[in-house]
């Protein structure tokens, strides 16, 4: 079936800033409740096993629902799943901001990780239809790096700044007048789009099967920390993973429509570059959260101090992503990846080396600064190298929803096992053991980047050089 061109913008250059809001949106929110933690922890009574679960149930409402938002926003028009997105995101957001107890807010963390799936999976793929493959696009995904770069960079200040001078509620309700706005904005800015229905329906079952198989392995790993690897809490759920992940492979091959058809996975780029996305969001979200919990218990730092001291890893983002996507264009998706998860270890290899007294200046600055520049080398090189085979026409929601599953389960797997290391790691009481357990962690991190750098010289091949895409300004429609 020969697919229809998609609607054309008015105002493509309009079209991708609220796109980009939308992915700043998600970032910001991912990252300035990370500065909240320690505040959470002493108001809702968390325990230290259980506070990674305020993050783990955003990422499983993210990851767990990413590739069901892909591709219901190919079958039933991007714009439409984009604005549902939006209002479940604000709806969630007010739910956390006035939580009762650690239950509620696990809860609306969960639904607020679910409206994420939906506006980013959506955003993405009106980025990868709109704008022209090659350097047009390879440009706008450069400045989507550019977007999360700020949105991570200010999300340390905010997280900070708002947790400690209005209280972690606020990390939350300052969201709800700007997604709203968004949600009313993309009504009036993107193009309706009717969707590729004649495909076939949407693969509900592929799609309960996919999205519950990543909910409990996100459990599993999550549990591990309190419950132990052997216990019938992480067995149990890991089982049951395995099962719908078979369930879910057979199901594929039978279906008309499969939400994940099985040629996909014979494309070299989409499966090395979401292998490398997995370690790329294993040591995003896994060191940063657990970064912020060293620099306020085992260096004593304030939430707005930790923010600033946490600038460095944003940094990178900031000032490199659109150098990063010429880079890309300049040496290869291989070469470049490969490169940028060897720099992210080597970051965490030095985190690793700070120690409860070690010098934040000399020790910790280049470490964090090289871990910054690494992570946005990584991403911008890994949203290129797996959208290039794939990320266009009616398959363009399902390549934005797959890298970003691949973000969102690394990242939780990343943090279960990284903060199970790191509680597990000392037995020594107070700022010691909290150092002690970061350093082993941030070790284990490192090691995790050099296995995705042997992965990425393995799978990923290089685009043909021949190639070629007009700028921004010679947008199609989304």
Not at 203 to 214: E, I, M, N, P, R
Not at 253 to 273: C, D, F, K, Q
Not at 339 to 351: D, K, P, V
Request: glycine share 14%.
């Amino acid at each position: 079936m020969v697919q229809p061109a998609p609607p054309r913008s008015a105002h493509p250059n309009l079209l991708l800033a609220l796109l980009l809001l939308t992915q700043f949106l998600v970032v910001l929110l991912d990252v300035d409740a990370t500065l909240a933690l320690p505040a959470i922890q002493r108001d809702l009574g968390f325990s230290g096993a259980d506070l990674q679960w305020v993050q783990t149930a955003y990422m499983i409402g993210f990851g767990g629902f990413l590739l069901l938002a892909g591709r219901a926003a190919d079958l039933f028009g991007r714009r439409r799943v984009l604005v549902a997105g939006l209002a479940v995101f604000t709806a969630a957001s007010v739910g956390c901001g006035l939580a009762p107890t650690a239950v509620t807010l696990v809860a609306g963390r969960a639904a607020q990780g679910f409206g994420s799936a939906l506006a980013a999976a959506a955003a993405l793929s009106i980025i990868t239809v709109t704008f022209t493959r090659g350097a047009g696009r390879d440009r706008a995904l450069g400045l989507l790096g550019l977007v999360s770069g700020v949105a991570a960079t200010l999300g340390l200040l905010v997280g900070g700044v708002v947790t400690e001078l209005m209280g972690w509620r606020w990390v939350f309700l300052i969201m709800v007048p700007v997604s709203a706005a968004a949600a009313l904005a993309t009504l009036r800015v993107v193009p309706a789009h009717p969707g590729t229905r004649g495909d076939g329906p949407l693969d509900v079952v592929g799609a309960v099967a996919a999205s519950l198989a990543v909910a409990l392995i996100v459990v599993s790993v999550a549990e591990s920390g309190s419950a132990g690897w052997g216990s019938a809490a992480v067995l149990g759920p890991l089982a049951g993973a395995l099962v719908l992940a078979a369930a879910f492979a057979a199901w594929e091959r039978r279906v008309r429509a499969p939400i994940l058809p099985p040629h996909i996975l014979r494309l070299r780029n989409v499966v090395g570059g979401n292998l490398a996305t997995l370690v790329f969001g294993a040591l995003l979200l896994g060191i940063l959260a657990l970064l912020s919990v060293f620099l306020q218990e085992a260096r004593g730092l304030s939430p707005i101090e930790c923010g600033l001291w946490m600038l460095p890893t944003g940094l990178g983002s900031l000032t490199l992503s659109v150098a990063a996507s010429r880079l890309v264009g300049r040496f290869g998706f291989r070469r470049m990846l490969a490169g940028a998860l060897g720099l992210t270890a080597a970051g965490s290899a030095g985190l690793s080396a700070v120690g409860a007294d070690g010098s934040l200046w000399l020790v910790y600055l280049p470490a964090a600064a090289a871990f910054g520049i690494g992570i946005c080398f990584s991403e911008v090189s890994s949203v290129i190298t797996t959208s290039d085979d794939l990320g266009h026409g009616a398959e363009a929601g399902l390549s934005s929803g797959l890298w970003s599953t691949s973000t969102q389960v690394g990242g939780a797997i990343g943090l279960g096992i990284l903060a199970t290391v790191m509680a597990h790691a000392s037995d020594e009481p107070g700022a010691a053991g909290v150092a002690a357990g970061f350093r082993d962690a941030a070790l284990l991190g490192a090691g995790i980047g050099a296995v995705g750098v042997l992965v990425v010289l393995a799978v990923v091949r290089d685009r043909a050089p021949a190639r070629c895409g007009s700028p921004i300004s010679s947008a199609r429609g989304g």
